[in-house]
């Protein structure tokens, strides 16, 4: 058999539109195809069909040769906007291993791509017949895995691979077939994710929610752990079965990557699907994989080769100690300075970040300002290198942990810490923003605690601004940040000032206090829906002990328009004091407390 069977989505008429006639039959189809693109296309048969689109087997008549020709049927629906954004993004595309689009556009009211046919069948159909031979797993790791790194440095993160619209060709190749939940595609028509779909799809993803890069590195796990043992694997990462237990002829050094894969905190995965693909490559056994030429890992995994790589590329002037973290732009070590003898935060970018030479300028000199900055509450940063296809900063080594990693393992703090917390960060913002630098991703990760007196210090200074654009999902260098703690402004790609960060402080207090963000969850714009719907969710609905004077700050600190915030760093800490020091010598506050706790 070829190409895939279709599992189209049928999508209805959005409000107040009209819903569709009873949908064409194959016979309807055939026709009005071979009379839109007659002289071009030979119409072989009618594959499958929804109300709104149609897959069809075609014979070019001009180059001679075999095509995919998709059908989308009605104008002015969610669908269509969907339709052409998925066609977009396959015709920018250029990698064997995603199907190729050779054209597409509009026959009346008909939009229409023409696509490679793809001799071969689903890793579904394949399955059905048993798990995969070794070296087929082997041969689907290592093209999966190319593409991925290829997507990635593309700034596109596909998000959804299943085993129905993974192609796998008469020679084994892996060819990815579906990117209509790709993140460039989400937000045209929300639709839940099929069970069946759940999984192959990253735990932080599914939902409608958009991925990182680790994402997709889950996916791959996934459909390898489907090949190589021939069921999916649980729901819950925890409680997938090693690949051993299920195929203990499984090589396993395949185990291991798939494992590592699958792992549930997407920090721990691999870091890139190039470094997935070389510690796959590095012991192989006697299963052969032709040498390729990939991005450098850029972070040490568990393995031998991976720490030795990572050793080599700091040479004689840092000693690896220990990993400290992993996040949205690299991960983070603590090294030894062998030049001054002093352990230092090194972060390694990711290589998706610093494959543009105009981002890498645009982050050296967001950097320098970086640097300039002199703050007791801001994590110093010392300096810029690289070497080995790695970019790297050593920054100043705090021995503490996150207010992320802090709440969720101690929960929410006490009110003179929140206090004390909101106070420090504030004078680090008034410094940061009087020089002109705006951080842009405040959030509990980049607030780190010192573990000897409970100090801020603010993380991360320029990286946001550097490697806005580059983000995933396209949206202006403004749109940088993480999307529970972005201020309006933010979401909505708009330029954004000063305030931007008190918004995203205020949330950072709100999830001190109750061990959440004001607005969990979700893709972008249900976010970006919910903030301009709402006031901040009220604080004394999670806390009784939270005082009314400390949510109505908070409140005006996230206020959705941004003149409504305090307009300095300096008014909001102010206010704060004021606030805190007539609490404290208000006797009227026990009463106040007493019943508000009844």
Excluded at 262 to 277: H, K, N, T, V
Excluded at 519 to 544: F, H, M, N, V
Aim: charged share 25%; hydrophobic share 40%.
């Amino acid at each position: 058999m070829s190409e895939e069977t279709p599992r189209f989505i049928p999508i209805t008429a959005p409000s107040g539109g009209s819903p569709p006639a009873a949908a064409p039959s194959f016979a309807d189809l055939f026709d009005l195809a071979a009379t839109a693109f007659k002289g071009r296309l030979n119409i072989e048969r009618v594959v499958g069909a929804t109300d709104e689109r149609a897959l069809l087997s075609c014979h070019d008549t001009v180059l001679k040769r075999r095509v995919a020709l998709r059908l989308h049927l009605m104008p002015g629906t969610p669908g269509r906007r969907w339709f052409e954004k998925e066609t977009e993004l396959l015709a920018s595309l250029d990698h064997p291993a995603i199907r190729t689009t050779f054209a597409g556009g509009y026959e009346g009211a008909i939009a229409w791509r023409i696509s490679k046919w793809i001799e071969g069948e689903s890793l579904a159909e394949a399955v059905a017949r048993g798990p995969r031979s070794i070296p087929t797993v082997v041969t689907i790791a290592r093209d999966l895995t190319a593409a991925l790194e290829y997507a990635h440095t593309e700034h596109l993160v596909i998000r959804r691979i299943i085993p129905d619209t993974l192609m796998v060709d008469r020679a084994d190749r892996p060819v990815i077939t579906d990117l209509r939940f790709a993140n460039g595609c989400l937000g045209f028509v929300a639709l839940p994710d099929a069970p069946s779909s759940e999984p192959f799809i990253a735990p932080e993803a599914r939902g409608g929610k958009p991925g990182e890069p680790a994402a997709d590195i889950y996916a791959a796990g996934a459909l390898l752990y489907y090949a190589m043992t021939g069921v999916a694997p649980a729901l819950d990462p925890n409680a997938i079965r090693p690949a051993r237990e299920l195929r203990p002829n499984c090589p396993r050094v395949i185990e291991r990557v798939i494992m590592r894969a699958l792992r549930g905190d997407p920090g721990a995965r691999y870091l890139s699907a190039a470094e997935m693909a070389e510690d796959l490559a590095s012991d192989l056994g006697d299963y052969e994989v032709p040498n390729r030429l990939v991005p450098l890992g850029t972070g040490a995994d568990d393995s031998r080769m991976q720490e030795k790589r990572l050793r080599r590329a700091f040479g004689d002037e840092y000693e690896l100690l220990d990993e400290l973290g992993a996040g949205g732009f690299g991960r983070v070590y603590r090294v030894r300075d062998l030049r001054l003898e002093r352990d230092v935060a090194l972060k390694i970018l990711h290589p998706f970040l610093t494959a543009n030479p105009a981002v890498v300028e645009r982050f050296r000199k967001e950097a320098q300002l970086a640097a300039r900055l002199d703050h007791p509450n801001i994590v110093q940063i010392f300096d810029i290198g690289g070497r080995g296809g790695l970019l790297w900063y050593t920054m100043e080594y705090v021995n503490g942990k996150s207010l992320a990693y802090l709440v969720d393992h101690e929960g929410p703090f006490p009110l003179d810490r929140v206090t004390r917390v909101m106070l420090e960060s504030l004078s680090a913002l008034q410094h940061a923003h009087a020089g002109g630098l705006v951080h842009r991703d405040i959030k509990p990760e980049n607030i780190m605690l010192d573990g000897a007196d409970g100090g801020v210090r603010i993380a991360d200074f320029g990286l946001a601004l550097a490697f806005g654009g580059e983000r995933f999902g396209g949206a202006s260098s403004s749109r940088a940040g993480t999307p529970e703690f972005a201020a309006p402004e933010q979401l909505m790609g708009e330029n954004v000032d000063a305030r931007a960060d008190l918004y995203s402080l205020s949330a950072v207090g709100y999830f001190a206090l109750t061990g959440n963000p004001p607005y969990p969850g979700g893709t972008i714009e249900s976010i970006a829906a919910r903030q301009a719907a709402e006031l901040l969710p009220d604080l004394s609905e999670e806390r009784k002990d939270v005082p009314d004077w400390l949510g109505e700050i908070l409140e005006k600190g996230a206020s959705h328009r941004p003149a409504d915030r305090f307009q300095t760093a300096d008014e909001y800490a102010a206010t704060l004091r004021r606030a805190i020091q007539w609490w404290q010598v208000n006797p009227m506050r026990w009463v106040k407390e007493f019943w508000k706790g009844k």
